[in-house]
């Protein structure tokens, strides 16, 4: 009869001490790998899912000042200044750049131009000039650092008036219109976004400048669930009545009132910031310079438009972006009415009303506010680009078109529109007073249905539709990115590169510090990217996940040996001391 040392033959510790160490490394290997893959997915989503300026379409806010002041030094209808507002007690000071060659941006001061036609010596000899007030529109740009596209639409203004004054083709619109742009409101917010922070909004002081108006200021903290509910209610009621044809007065929703107290308050309702307004809006109203100089600005023109672009949303809306209902129905029907022909010709996705209307929440302490209390007729805030597709976090792509095609078609749509809405205000100003208010909510309708005309024509003829750009620029950037593979591998993020020469998958083992803060900065001014450079991280994301998955089916595999090993020396050896079973040995016969 076979004995148990025949049947179980004895396993040598060297292979028990071997499968011990294969084991414990494969283990800490996959962890490593797994962390090291971790680390290394957010670290390489950031150059190749988030877009990055060109410079060689975009402007720096420096090379934008050089540009708007060779262009401004060679026109004769256009004047650049720079206001400064040190304080609310002081004084604002207004001066030319080329005549103060010494002025030099600082805190204090924003730059802004004037264009208006100048009659020539010719002129004033062959007709009378007529003595009228000239209808002054004010035009804002460039209110928070990421929006770098606004600022490229009022140098694009700029070029095309002083164009046409060269050429002898002024707009015949602007002989009875000033124009009063502000290219960058926010020079230093614009500087901090241009340096890497592409979603920052607020100025230097880490403050919104669209919260730091006095009208409603500090409210932003306190709007409540009911208010959010009234407010919504009164601006159906008020949709409603105006598709019915019936005016529902002030009086009329006066029991809408969503003014309550007593109640405990809650944070902003905006979706980008939900604790936002209580560290955002400054320390008082006019805290900040650069709303002290926008103040400035309106004082002295006076104009009867002010229209403020932004980026992040496709919509024209109009005041009350705090408390709608405090619009007049009269105002309201004014305001809507004369960006019809806007809408018709430059944005027919535009959502138009109230923010709450258009975007569902409200803020308080803005710009639009503060100048419809100051009874300026015609008050916008147009926000006139977004890119759906973009991913969180992606703020220059949701903001700002990335190839130079889109570029040029959302600035030169949006240039256009400017000098239309300028057309129409003016006009709507001359019959109101001349003919009455019927005459002129009668000719904004015409212009709106000969701008739905002239933009069916355009599209009829195949040129291509401006709406259109934000799809056109995601498609196109992912193919700029990957046809042909043709961007320089130093271009193309820390997934694409060879680190210190070693090619392969676990190359990110051998790189040391100063190559990996290479890579990250070559990585940083990488490409526009799309859905396929998405499905390229997903793919090395998953072969990383495959070495990972290996790994641990080779160490659990190892571990089993390991345990029958184990058990076969310990508990079944008869011939060590160790065992935990000691069968009875077998009599031996004679």
Not at 116 to 122: D, G, K, M, V, Y
Not at 450 to 457: G, K, L, P, Q, V
């Amino acid at each position: 009869m076979a004995t148990l040392e025949s049947r179980m033959p004895l396993v040598h510790p060297f292979k028990l001490l071997l499968c011990l160490v294969l084991s414990l490394h494969a283990l800490a290997f996959e962890g490593l790998l797994q962390a090291a893959g971790e680390v290394r997915k957010d670290r390489a989503a950031i150059p190749l899912r988030f877009a990055v300026p060109d410079w060689n379409v975009y402007h720096r806010t420096n090379d934008l000042y050089s540009r708007l002041s060779t262009v401004v030094e060679s026109c004769k209808s256009a004047s650049h200044l720079i206001v400064r507002a040190p304080s609310l007690t002081e004084s604002a000071q207004h001066f030319r750049v080329d005549q103060r060659t010494s002025v030099t941006d600082d805190a204090d001061s924003i730059r802004y131009i004037t264009i208006t036609h100048r009659a020539s010596p010719a002129e004033l000899a062959g007709r009378i000039i007529r003595r009228r007030r000239k209808t002054r529109i004010m035009f804002v740009f460039g209110e928070t650092g990421r929006d770098f596209l606004t600022s490229e639409i009022a140098l694009r203004v700029v070029e095309a008036t002083c164009a046409a004054n060269a050429s002898r083709a002024l707009p015949s619109a602007l002989s009875d219109i000033e124009l009063i742009l502000v290219p960058v409101v926010n020079p230093n917010g614009r500087r901090i976004a241009e340096m890497g922070r592409r979603c920052e909004r607020t100025n230097a002081n880490d403050v919104d400048l669209d919260r730091n108006w006095p009208v409603h200021w500090n409210e932003s903290a306190r709007v409540r669930e009911t208010e959010r509910q009234e407010t919504r209610r009164v601006a159906a009621l008020r949709d409603a009545g105006r598709v019915l044809g019936v005016s529902m007065s002030q009086r009329a929703l006066s029991h809408h009132d969503t003014r309550r107290h007593g109640k405990e308050p809650r944070p902003d309702s905006e979706s980008e910031h939900s604790n936002y307004a209580p560290f955002a809006i400054g320390t008082h109203p006019f805290s900040e310079a650069e709303t002290r100089a926008l103040k400035a600005i309106v004082e002295k023109f006076r104009p009867a438009s002010y229209v403020s672009l932004r980026t992040g949303a496709v919509a024209l809306t109009t005041p009350g972006d705090c408390h709608p209902e405090e619009v007049q129905d009269a105002d309201q029907s004014r305001l809507l009415k004369v960006v019809e022909g806007i809408t018709a010709s430059h944005c027919r996705s535009c959502k138009s009303g109230s923010l709450w209307n258009a975007s569902g929440h409200t803020k308080c302490g803005t710009a639009a506010d503060y100048m419809h209390s100051l009874q300026i007729p015609f008050v916008h805030t147009w926000h006139v680009y977004n890119s759906p597709k973009a991913v969180q976090g992606d703020c220059f792509r949701r903001h700002n078109p990335v190839t130079k095609e889109a570029y040029e078609r959302v600035v030169e749509n949006w240039a256009q529109a400017v000098f239309n809405f300028s057309t129409a205000v003016h006009n709507w100003m001359t019959l109101e007073s001349s003919v009455g208010l019927d005459s002129a909510e009668q000719n904004a309708s015409l212009s709106a249905a000969e701008a739905m005309a002239r933009r069916a024509d355009r599209l009829a003829r195949g040129i291509p539709d401006p709406e259109s750009a934000e799809n056109d620029d995601h498609v196109a950037g992912d193919n700029w990115l990957h046809a042909g593979n043709q961007i320089p591998i130093e271009q193309r993020g820390r997934n694409l590169r060879l680190l210190n020469g070693r090619p392969g998958l676990l190359s990110w083992l051998f790189a040391d510090r100063e190559t990996e803060n290479a890579a990250d900065a070559n990585a940083g001014a990488g490409a526009p990217s799309g859905p396929r450079s998405n499905r390229r991280l997903g793919q090395e994301e998953e072969g990383i996940g495959s070495v990972t998955g290996l790994l641990g089916a080779f160490a659990a595999l190892l571990l089993l040996w390991c345990g029958i090993l184990g058990v076969r020396r310990f508990i079944f050896n008869t011939h060590s001391k160790r065992s935990l079973f000691r069968p009875r040995r077998p009599e031996k016969t004679a």
